[in-house]
């Protein structure tokens, strides 16, 4: 787009004489195909949507970069976290979940934290949540929890009925909402939260040594959230409270930051821990896992524009480099098929292409060409096969993965019988306050208050076998017998 020619064009560079006016034959005749002034700009606009991601669809972003800060090259290889000092600039996005790209920024929903660090060896792309577990641990599900929070099928409306329907058939789900529905279900803003990845990966250093990691980073503005009332407030009052905040917050010389650590366990020790470490419903409790600083995330430039930068970023877990990689959570496993595949129908195959997606520190070398909106050089004339004798990019086994064993049988397999309650127990017996667990009662059961008795009574009774106070809270307050639930 040429920024100075100072006269209006088609998009085909074309002066435009007048833009108040179609032509037409005659002064009350009808309009001519033939003006392509007007065709060429109602034919742009009628494309100019595309779709919204079918998830994590409101969102804002902000470009920014991260420095290490601490030596971890004993733990990984990965080449962007190789000195203390190395600096990686880097995109960030985060967003809500369940509403349209118009919902409201406070309403009650995990928030995402996606980053893209353009690193020298590729892109790599860190998608977590503001919360470090999830509702459910087997990716076949994700469709069907998601359509609980999506839109009734009959009445176009949003209910809590198909929720908490879901909710108690998944007693797992019972972390998450011990987290979603204390206030840290209604951050004050995307810059007052933390930000997990949720899942376990894998870390792998230069000899080969693995370990498994999961990202904490910690909001250095503090956390701040909403009361329910409050976050239910700034629904009318400002429906973009978190996007314009971390505008402004950026805009005025303020830039946010996160402190990012880890917890690492040697591979090894996973096979012994007291519960299956690649459970995303599960954390590692800090007294065996301690947190481990790496580094800190700053973000000081907002976009310059929305849709180019925002809209068009694509993440996914899939795109990693030499030292990161999956662990064998089936969750994780499931994400790194959908996001690359979402990407090709949201932007097209090429999504890679479009600036914001560009491994532009790394210089792409591959056999790939064509396609729709092929926008690059496409490699010129380069040879478009490999092997070749011309001298174009070869596989380098340096880049190899590390070689886990692999044996069973192939099915459907059940995850055992995890204690599912030990972890949402501590939380609310042990790190929330007698305020906290008010504020989770009572956002529950507002939550809760429109849905049948049946599916009351069945949360009811997974909230008494948590913590029989927690139960009989939430009992009282959504008008269930919590003393019959308990004798259950
Ligand atoms: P710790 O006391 O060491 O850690 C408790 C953690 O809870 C802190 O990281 C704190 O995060 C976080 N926290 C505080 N209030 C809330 C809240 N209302 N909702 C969600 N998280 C909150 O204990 P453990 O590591 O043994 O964990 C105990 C329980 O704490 C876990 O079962 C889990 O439910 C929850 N938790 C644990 C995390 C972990 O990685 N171990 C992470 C987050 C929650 P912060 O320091 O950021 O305020
Ligand atoms: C977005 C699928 C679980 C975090 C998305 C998108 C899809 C998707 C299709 C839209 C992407 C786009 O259009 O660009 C899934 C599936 C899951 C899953 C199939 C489980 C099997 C999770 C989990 C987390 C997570 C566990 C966090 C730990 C995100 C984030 C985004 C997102 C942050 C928004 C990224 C952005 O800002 O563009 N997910 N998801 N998802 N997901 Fe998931």
Sequence with gaps: MEKNRKTLTTSSGMPIDNNQFSQ?????????IQDFALV????????????????????????????????????CKADFL?????QTPLFTRFSTVAGERGYAD????????????????GNYDMVGNNTPVFFIRDPIKFPDFIHTQKRDPKTGLRSSQAGWDFWVQQPEAFHQLTILFSNRGTPDGYRHMNGYSSHAYKWVNADGDEHYVQYHFKTDQGIKNFTGEEATKMK???????????????????????????????????????????DITKVWPHSDYPLIEVGKMVLNRNPDNYFAETEQSAFAPTHTVPGIEPSNDRMLQGRLFSYPDTHRHRLGANYDQIPINCSYRARAAHYQRDGPLTTTSNFGGLPNYEPNTLGGPVADPKAAWSTPKVTGKVGRHDFGTPDDF??????????????????????????????????????????????????????????VDAPKMAKM
Excluded: C
């Design 40 to 75: 060429d700009k109602l034919a742009k606009f009628d494309r100019e949507r595309i779709p919204e991601r079918v998830v994590h669809a409101k969102g804002a972003g902000a470009h920014g970069y991260f420095q290490v800060t601490n030596d971890i090259t004993k733990y």
């Design 82 to 86: 190789s000195e203390v000092g190395k």
């Design 422 to 479: 030990v972890q949402p127990r501590a939380l609310y017996k042990n790190v929330m306050t007698e305020e906290d667990r008010e504020h989770l009662t009572k956002n529950t059961a507002d939550h809760m208050m429109s849905v049948t008795k049946e599916v009351k009574e069945k949360a009811v009774k997974i909230y008494w076998q948590i913590d029989p106070d927690y139960g009989e809270r939430v009992a009282k307050a959504v008008g």
């Design 106 to 121: 406070t309403d009650r929903d995990p928030r995402g934290f996606a980053i893209k660090f353009y690193t020298e060896e």
């Design 24 to 32: 037409t034959a005659g002064a009350k005749g009808p309009v001519l």
């Design 236 to 278: 009318s009052e400002n429906p973009d409270y978190a996007t314009e905040d971390l505008y402004n917050a950026i805009d005025n010389g303020n830039p946010p930051s996160w402190t990012l650590y880890v917890q690492l366990m040697p591979v090894a020790d996973a096979e012994t821990y007291k519960f299956d470490v690649t």
